[in-house]
């Protein structure tokens, strides 16, 4: 049994137009959105065997709050370069990249690919996975090969308007 969950980046300011958009930071509203998914994602048990980040700031922010709230330890987070603004293709070359020996996945990236995976995996879930938004997914393999889209369950979609 293998788990996949995908956190798209928390909401990222817009402010200095000068920045490269991989190096745009996170808002006020990110800086809290983050750490509260990350309680949320504790609280539904979701614990993942490895982390891996897009690089943009906004991205690997939001991975590192994530990563503090639910215990897991920053050196082990791990940055992806091919997850920056990737497409459905490349982010299921990503996971097929992965060692079978970890049995839960958890990816931090962007949209649109977050959500053209997240309904790869769950067909018709969401026309848009929010900022700080979560999906995770349970399907039986022994490897992270989703080229052939397997038979999954969810296990939760939440993002932090949900429940307010």
Partial sequence: ?????????????????????????LNKRGESDAPEMGKRILAAGIRPSLIISSPAVRALTTARIIAAEIGYPLEFLQREDGLYLASLDKLLDVVAAQDPGFNHLMLVGHNPGLTDLANYLSPGLTNNVPTAGVVSVEFDRDDWLLYERPETRLVTFDYPKKHR
């Avoid at 049994?1 to 930071?25: E, Q, Y």
């Fill in 1 to 25: 049994m293998k788990t996949l969950t995908l956190i798209r980046h928390a909401k990222s300011s817009w402010k200095d137009r000068k920045l490269r958009d991989r190096d745009r930071p």
